[in-house]
């Protein structure tokens, strides 16, 4: 059992940055890929980007590519995303999640999910 607490989230103008956490509790933290998604009102969960157990690939969605990066901290049991350049288009919920498989970007290959934190992008 893996629990996620994200945190780090608010409101900031275009072109700026944000940093996001993920703290994850339990000892097997290290056994799962840690993936970002976010969620806009009145759109489905959309993937953003993943890192593997040792931290040493990721995958990103286009719309992200360049702007945001993904790290991980397996002393710490902890994930980051940093987003630079942030776009209105941003604007969503952001949620960590963990995957025993490799670098999927498909929601349904994560077993467990935080309850997110709001990222807010003013124009």
């Known amino acids: 059992q893996v629990q996620l607490v994200e945190s780090g989230g608010g409101l900031v103008q275009a072109g700026g940055s944000l940093s996001l956490s993920c703290a994850a509790s339990?000892?097997?933290?290290?056994?799962?890929?840690m993936g970002w998604f976010r969620q806009a009102p009145g759109k489905e969960r959309e993937f953003v980007g993943v890192?593997?157990?040792?931290?040493?690939?990721?995958l990103y969605a286009d719309s992200v590519k360049g702007r945001f990066t993904i790290s991980r901290d397996n002393a710490k049991n902890t994930v980051t995303l940093e987003m630079n350049s942030l776009e209105s288009e941003d604007t969503a919920v952001y949620y960590c999640?963990?995957?025993?498989?490799?670098?999927?970007?498909?929601?349904?290959?994560?077993?467990?999910w935080g309850l997110g934190t709001q990222v807010t992008v003013s124009s």
């Open positions: 339990g000892r097997t933290f290290s056994s799962y890929a």
């Open positions: 890192i593997s157990r040792n931290g040493y690939r990721t």
């Open positions: 999640a963990a995957t025993s498989a490799p670098l999927s970007n498909l929601p349904s290959y994560y077993d467990y």
